[in-house]
């Protein structure tokens, strides 16, 4: 059995890949055997074997369970824009997404991250979003809340997009992406009062963050020892 978890955030650059790194780093702690994917990614450089995106090989370096790129990120995008924008004539589809996903989550492993693009309305097409994704697959959402000013308001609403479209909320993370946010202890207490799901840790201010040092503020046990987690024979 395996839990798995679709990871999204407040915005683009809020923390995601550094909040998913880390909780694989936690996992492989624990001996947790791990699964990590990208499935979408617009933002990449060519290499000699390809299209490659930093994100989607940082997800890759932590898994314990060995995938080829192309296994991590199917859907390799150059330009970092929208991924619809990005993908310029040719046509994203979250049905499609989701294929290489279950493909993949066949794999034996205890914990899966899925990580998203950008937030949970980016869309992939002129009639579904990256959301409709998380849908499909029907996994349990960790949300990163990139703390910066306006992040109330950016938190509040993508949690109420999540919960209208009947994903489960698993829990959140707060990670500080402005050095200078006034009054970030207090934020983050807004929205902890706010937000019904658990916390699952504070990651503050890093000048050069790695995952290692991300685990230290981030408590995995709330996942593991969810009631309902979804599982995946």
Same mark, same amino acid.
């Given at each position: 059995?395996?839990?798995?978890?679709?990871?999204?955030?407040?915005?683009?650059?809020?923390?995601?890949?550094?909040?998913?790194?880390?909780?694989?780093?936690?996992?492989?702690?624990?001996?947790?055997?791990?699964?990590?994917?990208?499935?979408?990614?617009?933002?990449?450089?060519?290499?000699?074997?390809?299209?490659?995106?930093?994100?989607?090989?940082?997800?890759?370096?932590?898994?314990?369970?060995?995938?080829?790129?192309?296994?991590?990120?199917?859907?390799?995008?150059?330009?970092?824009?929208?991924?619809?924008? &990005?993908? /310029?004539? @040719?046509?994203?589809?979250?049905? *499609?997404?989701?294929?290489?996903?279950?493909?993949? =989550? #066949? %794999?034996?492993?205890?914990?899966?991250?899925?990580?998203? &693009?950008? /937030?949970? @309305?980016?869309?992939?097409?002129? *009639?579904?979003?990256?959301?409709?994704?998380?849908? =499909? #697959? %029907?996994?349990?959402?960790?949300?990163?809340?990139?703390?910066?000013? /306006?992040?109330?308001?950016?938190?509040?609403?993508?949690?109420?997009?999540?919960?209208?479209?009947?994903?489960?909320?698993?829990?959140?993370?707060?990670?500080?992406?402005?050095?200078?946010?006034?009054?970030?202890?207090?934020?983050?207490?807004?929205?902890?009062?706010?937000?019904?799901?658990?916390?699952?840790?504070?990651?503050?201010?890093?000048?050069?963050?790695?995952?290692?040092?991300?685990?230290?503020?981030?408590?995995?046990?709330?996942?593991?020892?969810?009631?309902?987690?979804?599982?995946?024979?």
């Amino acid at each position: 059995m395996k839990q798995a978890y679709f990871v999204t955030a407040t915005d683009t650059d809020a923390g995601k890949t550094l909040v998913t790194t880390a909780l694989l780093y936690l996992a492989a702690q624990q001996s947790l055997q791990t699964l990590a994917l990208k499935p979408l990614a617009a933002g990449c450089e060519s290499t000699p074997d390809g299209l490659r995106n930093a994100d989607a090989l940082k997800l890759q370096q932590q898994a314990t369970v060995a995938l080829s790129y192309d296994q991590v990120n199917p859907v390799a995008l150059a330009d970092p824009i929208a991924p619809h924008l &990005a993908a /310029g004539m @040719r046509q994203l589809s979250a049905d *499609r997404l989701a294929a290489y996903c279950r493909g993949v =989550m #066949l %794999q034996k492993a205890d914990l899966v991250f899925i990580e998203g &693009a950008g /937030g949970w @309305r980016v869309p992939l097409n002129p *009639r579904e979003t990256l959301s409709h994704l998380v849908q =499909m #697959l %029907q996994v349990p959402v960790i949300l990163v809340v990139g703390m910066k000013l /306006g992040c109330l308001n950016h938190a509040l609403l993508t949690a109420e997009a999540i919960a209208r479209d009947g994903v489960r909320l698993a829990g959140w993370v707060a990670c500080q992406t402005d050095p200078d946010m006034s009054r970030f202890d207090d934020n983050v207490s807004s929205l902890r009062q706010r937000l019904r799901a658990p916390l699952l840790g504070v990651i503050p201010w890093l000048e050069d963050p790695q995952p290692a040092q991300a685990a230290q503020y981030l408590d995995l046990s709330v996942l593991l020892e969810t009631e309902n987690p979804h599982a995946i024979n």
